[in-house]
């Protein structure tokens, strides 16, 4: 009895509700229709099927870096110029070269103009340089600067340095008379040297110097052509000083190697007085060659704008 009341009442043992014919019927109009939604009557003869299951969309691509360009050190090319854009340079720097030495005429005559005014229309000698309290006063005025054309103011200076040398080699002649003097006993070409270091230093200046100085200043043919004659026998004179005769008043190759075996010290300070008086001599020569062929150049550019 117990067992009557724990049972279901409702149930309905080995019945299915939805084996119904009406609910069974339902169901297959409904699968029906779906089909007849999925049936694509443009398919060439083939059944209709039902919309296979749309595969996974894939993931978006991780986002890609941009592209770096590595810096290349390569080097450019050697760069050079076409014929067009070669210019020949070598007219114009001639040019601003007479600009340069005109403008340096100008501002010389300039200066020198100014100069004769300070001191009243007259030039004021200035060489030799002394002291103004000296008794005896400057014989010449010289200012390589001032008075000698840009072009010729090496040369005179040139002229200048070698007159200085000249001096300097007849003082040290004297020195080496006297060594040569107390080692041999002859006092003659002691006494000697002394007579060409006084009468040769002033001699020298004037009468070569000066006229180059002057022909340059004043482009004077007269001056020239003193000049030419005098240097001339300047170069005679160094030549035979530079051998060193005995007797003659000068340390020369001769009497400095044979005084050798009597002296060797003061041969040796005669040896370097033959010495200068040798290069006395080759600069005499190549600085007569010199003034020979600058006389030339100025006389074809006479010619030349005559």
Known sequence: MSSGFDSNPFADPGVTPFADPSITQVTRSTNAQNNLEDYNPFADGEAAKPAAPSEPTPPPPAPSRPAIMQPTWDQP???????????????????????????????????????QQASGGRVLNNWPPLPTKCCVQPCFYQDISVDIPTEFQRLVKTFYYLWMFYVGTLFLNVMGSMAYMFTSGSASTFGLSILFFCLFTPCSFVCWFRPVYKAFRS???????????????????????????????????????????????????????????SLQASATMILLIKVLIAVKLVVRFRNSTN
């Open 77 to 115: 090319p050697a760069y050079t110029p076409s014929g067009a854009q070669k210019v020949d340079t070598t007219d114009l720097e001639r040019r601003q070269q007479e600009l340069e030495q005109k403008e340096a005429e100008i501002q010389r005559r300039e200066e020198e103009l100014r100069r």
């Open 219 to 277: 482009d004077s043919s007269v001056n020239f052509f003193f000049f030419f004659f005098i240097f001339f026998f300047q170069f005679i004179v160094s030549i035979v000083q530079a051998l060193g005769f005995d007797n003659f008043g000068t340390c020369g190759w001769i009497n400095s190697l044979s005084h050798f075996k009597l002296n060797i010290p003061a041969s040796i300070l005669m040896l370097i007085i033959s010495f200068m008086f």
